[in-house]
């Protein structure tokens, strides 16, 4: 070994030790080239054979490797000490669980309207849309509803400027898509609706309709009777009938309203339909002649039936929830139970 082998051999087992990664692999550096046994020992017994010339330059050369290679030992050995502290103290627990990002859930409004347009969906009926912001043509006029009806009123309805208003109800899509498109129609709209009401339980100023509309040749009360039966049964239960109440409303001829038999007594009475046996649903009817005019159907030639319910409400009755409140105040917790 010459000089510059010692200097190479220096600057090695410095790099090695620098990398060394626990104490262990430390202690095999320290033995490996200063130890009893080691290079160290091994390089001075070569001293002796060196002749006198080159013997101090020898000599530094491995001073040198002596003192770096024990003073870098010694660094090493304090810095892993450091390390193994900082994690028995804790700052990095590797053992501790993760945290989960909550699954949330589908709103009980939106699975109410996903069911509804589903069994709808099954009887051949597509889903159709509109605005929430309404001309009063197509949210009343076009809707057979009369200049002075109460519905019109400032009191029931959000006029904005511009003689435009929000929807109070989702029937302004019968006739907006009765306009474009030629019979027949089946369609079932949800959406959102806006009235001046004073949220208590039951009422809130926003809150969600869905609006059938069926128009063909020869379209019967019958059918709406039957098909309203299959979706009551679809949505409640095998044993689920509706019934017919006579009713006004300007856009059917004639109108009714339509309850459910109470799904969860059978009709017997209890708490849930107030001891009627029956759960009031929608408002339906059959179109009316002059909403057919308006919409520029020929009256003579077709027919149909139209129906509305509040999605709420139908949340309300089948999952139990007595505050229509409690749909908007939006507390995860509450909601993950339904
Ligand atoms: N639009 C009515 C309401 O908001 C509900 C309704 C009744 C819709 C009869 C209809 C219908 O399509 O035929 O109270």
Redesign the pocket.
């Known amino acids: 070994m010459d000089i510059q082998d010692i200097d190479d051999v220096t600057t090695r087992a410095l790099t090695e030790l620098a990398a060394a990664e626990d104490q262990t692999a430390l202690e095999a550096l320290r033995v490996k080239y200063i130890g009893r046994n080691g290079l160290l020992p091994e390089l001075m017994q070569g001293l002796k054979a060196v002749p006198p010339a080159d013997k101090p330059a020898m000599g530094q050369a491995l001073n040198r490797f002596k003192v770096g290679v024990t003073a870098a030992v010694a660094e090493r050995k304090t810095a892993l000490a450091a390390v193994a502290q900082t994690a028995k103290a804790g700052a990095f627990d590797l053992s501790l669980p993760g945290r989960w990002p909550r699954r949330g859930r589908v709103h009980p409004i939106t699975q109410l309207i996903d069911k509804t347009t589903e069994i709808f969906r099954r009887m051949g009926f597509t889903v159709a849309d509109g605005p929430d912001i309404e001309t009063e043509y197509y949210n009343f006029d076009a809707?057979n509803t009369p200049a002075d009806h109460v519905s019109r009123d400032l009191a029931d309805t959000f006029y904005l400027p511009g003689g435009m208003l929000l929807r109070?109800?989702?029937?302004a899509v019968?006739a907006r898509y009765m306009e474009c498109h030629p019979p027949p129609v089946r369609i079932v709209c949800p959406g959102r609706?806006y009235r001046r009401d004073t949220t208590d339980a039951t009422h809130s100023a926003n809150f969600h309709?869905i609006?059938?509309?069926y128009v063909d040749e020869k379209v019967s009360l019958a059918d709406l009777k039957s098909d309203l039966d299959h979706f009551a049964r679809e949505l409640m239960g095998p044993g689920v009938k509706s019934r017919f109440r006579t009713?006004f409303?300007p856009?059917?001829e004639p109108?009714?309203e339509v309850d459910f038999s109470c799904h969860m007594c059978g009709g017997k009475g209890c708490r849930v339909c107030k001891h009627s046996g029956w759960i009031e649903i929608?408002?339906?009817?059959?179109?009316d002649p002059n909403v057919f005019e308006l919409a520029g159907y020929d009256p003579e030639a077709v027919t149909g039936?139209?129906?509305?319910?509040?999605i709420e409400r139908l949340a309300m009755i089948l999952f139990g929830i007595d505050d229509i409140r409690r749909l908007y105040e939006n507390d995860a917790r509450y909601l993950a139970q339904f």
């Open positions: 809707l109070t109800q989702t029937s019968q609706c309709q609006e059938g509309l009713h409303f856009f059917t109108s009714v929608m408002g339906a009817g059959m179109v039936y139209a129906f509305g319910m509040g």
